[in-house]
């Protein structure tokens, strides 16, 4: 069986990827407008853990709608929710048996609702897996430890694949680098650096 | 780390288990009434599929108000509910860095909603994990399926580790084998027998 795994660099992809890997062929999909190098970064993670890796382009008016919505909300949640699902659709219509990703129990987003997948696995006929649903916070601490070397820095600063880096980028060409402070909260990134020996 | 995984010999807390077991060091706990044979055939599996096992003995006054609740209920659903959150409680308390178990993603019983979990979690300083919660019904099977070897048979006809089978003998020596049949719908049971070469 072969799963396609929503994957950015960061620990919650990775982890999700290293659950699945007993039972599925796991292929890292980074999904991204190709406006920052997000790609390339997920790419060097995706090397280092020994997984093959896809890159897809997502639509760009995804993008576009979604950096209104963050503006004219002042926080990105919607907008990055609405990117999320559209990236779930464009793995899913690839032709995995299975489509990932690494949310959490406790994320707040995005989140994926029961009805959500249900509809997604009946229209591609594919299973969509969240490995990470029923574990909270501590717990994927604790599983990274014992598995993953990783890198923490700033969001500004770390450069990682998950579409955050992508919506930044667009927002500082478009509304400059003073609304990305203002719609982005500062937060502690991680990006995957390989598996722990 | 150490997981104490509510064990039944099912399938899925099976599965759960796999998940598990390359981040944590796995135990397989039965719990149950002591009224069945249930614990010894939880053992059975747990040996098949090589690994530790411990069973615990349940409060007999949470079957006796379970039996009520599902007598007067005329189906399971709610005593097996209050059964299970007992059984978590009751493995929290052992000394386990994280309790599991496996209910899934579409399961309608037993379920345990995020702030049932957080204050689990709290009480007892413990994650609560449950494996299966970001998969449906397909993927399980074809988990289980790359995996286990499993024999299915009714309920009735089919011994293992659950706690339908105590509270099925409970309920046919209080109210007689008729009123199992009315109570308990009649649905296909598994019993992992090993792991598949």
Redesign the interface.
Known sequence: ?RAGVLFSGGKDSTLAA??LD??YEVTLVHAGFGVSDAASHAEAAAEALGFPFEAIELDRVVAERAVETILEDGFPRNGIQSVHEHALERVAAEGY??VADG?R??DRVPTIS?AW??SL?DRHDI??????????R??VD??VD??LEVEEAPSEELQKGDYEADLRALIREQAGPEAVRETFPDHVQTRVTGRRE
Chains 1, 2 share one sequence.
Do not use: K
């Not at 299973?127 to 909270?136: E, K, Q, R, T, V």
């Open positions: 069986m290293l659950l007993p039972f048996d299975a949310t129990r406790d029961r997948a249900q696995e299973d969509y897996l969240s490995p990470l649903a029923g574990f909270g501590r717990a604790d599983m014992a598995t």
